[in-house]
């Protein structure tokens, strides 16, 4: 069925009822993690707004003592997110625990690796320098990813990514992801706890997530929210300011880093809409207008969002068994 | 398509690198000419980025960014068509 953008009348096809999702979150993750035959949960939190929002609807489903807020910081990140993830644990009243885990990452080679590959692009690199990664623009090529290295006279290089030093870098920097995970598991088997995990329906449905890393969870509570709606929830739940109004970061890497520059290509209030109309069949030039592009910048995301789901079913996947 | 004897070599040499590198695991494919890789799903993103690679450093060709599409690399036929077009002669 083609649908089109008023169809929901209010003219904001994402608008919501703040407080009532709220009140079914909370209810629907309080009997999750009852049904899962746990006693509590375990958020770890990044000091951005969908772990803020995780955090919050855990608090209002089991209380502040049945929560464990885990502030989990890397050194390419900076301990400015862990002083958040303190500033939310006292605006929510819940326990909270710092583990670092740069050492655990070092012991691994987290670093040997991701230098490694970094090497094979820029013979000079040196791990001070910082860097990351970057994908093309969303024109309806296919993608492919450069890496941008600052120099320490401030310059920055982008060169393109060969396949190779990608999957490597890639393999070696989602270690950060799975590390936090076991940590996030450690204190879960500790405390008879649930996991929750934090991916919005933009991770979720277009597979930004780490298999085995951020990705694995008991209970995703907000992977059905668009991230204009869990924005909207942070305020309804009176989350701080800094953590409420904070851009989603991609947690990586040691230059800043968008989730649009490295994988969305489209600020979120756009990629929103993109894969809001695209499920709802409104056509591209209906929509064009309304996100700032064009009807054939439009049907390129379209067929953007198409090709992701494809590609990341692997990582959806549960493990195959056999007869 | 008015291709040369030389390009039919080439189409040749490309069907078995895609079928040596993308198929090994899809017997059940048989792998037309004008099939596109990304509708059959034996190539995801950067399975591409592997066929760009091999398609500079086997003919010697400098591809853009921008030219990484379907248009040119989504087929035995695009990409044909796309050495045939840019190799140095």
Redesign the interface.
């Known amino acids: 069925m083609v649908r089109n953008m008023g169809d929901r009348g209010s003219g904001d096809p994402l608008a919501l009822d703040a407080d009532a999702t709220i009140a079914r979150l909370a209810d629907c993750t309080r009997a999750a993690v009852r049904e899962l035959g746990r006693r509590g949960a375990v958020v770890a939190v990044s000091g951005g707004v969908d772990s803020g929002v995780v955090a919050a609807l855990a608090v209002r489903a089991l209380g502040p003592q049945r929560v464990l807020l885990l502030r989990l910081p890397e050194r390419d990140i900076g301990d400015a997110a862990s002083d958040l993830g303190l500033e939310l644990a006292q605006a929510l009243g819940a326990p909270t625990e710092e583990e670092p885990i740069t050492a655990a990452l070092e012991a691994l080679g987290c670093y040997r690796r991701r230098d490694a590959a970094i090497r094979s692009v820029f013979p000079d690199y040196e791990p001070s320098w910082r860097h990351k990664l970057v994908r093309s623009a969303p024109t309806g090529a296919l993608i492919t990813f450069s890496l941008v290295v600052e120099r320490p006279d401030g310059s920055t290089e982008r060169r393109a990514l060969p396949s190779a030093a990608y999957r490597a870098l890639i393999a070696a920097t989602n270690m950060k992801q799975r590390v936090r995970k076991l940590i996030e598991y450690t204190w879960a088997d500790q405390l008879g706890y649930a996991v929750l995990g934090t991916p919005n329906l933009l991770e979720y449905d277009q597979g930004f997530f780490v298999k085995g890393g951020d990705g694995l969870a008991d209970v995703k509570p907000i992977a059905r929210l668009y991230k204009t709606q869990v924005y909207t929830l942070a305020q309804a739940l009176g989350l701080p300011d800094e953590i409420a109004r904070r851009a989603p970061t991609t947690e990586t890497f040691s230059l800043p880093q968008t989730q649009e520059e490295f994988y969305f290509g489209h600020p979120y209030e756009r990629m929103d809409l993109l894969v809001w109309a695209r499920d709802a069949d409104v056509p591209a030039g209906e929509l064009a207008p309304r996100v700032g592009l064009t009807p054939d910048d439009v049907e390129a995301a379209y067929w953007e969002i198409g090709r992701r789901r494809v590609a990341t079913r692997y990582l959806h996947a549960a493990a195959v068994t056999l007869d | 398509m008015g291709e040369t004897e030389v390009g039919t070599g080439l189409r040749a040499k490309l069907r078995a690198y895609v079928e040596e590198a993308f198929l090994y695991l899809h017997p059940d494919v048989e792998l037309r000419d004008e099939d596109q890789f990304?509708e059959l799903?034996v190539i995801?993103?950067?399975g591409?980025?592997?066929l760009v690679?091999e398609v500079q450093s086997r003919y010697g060709i400098a591809v853009d960014?921008?030219?990484?599409?379907?248009e040119n690399?989504g087929s035995i036929d695009a990409l044909v068509a796309f050495v045939e077009r840019r190799r140095p002669s």
């Open positions: 990304l799903g995801d993103s950067l591409f980025v592997e690679e960014a921008l030219e990484i599409t379907e690399f």
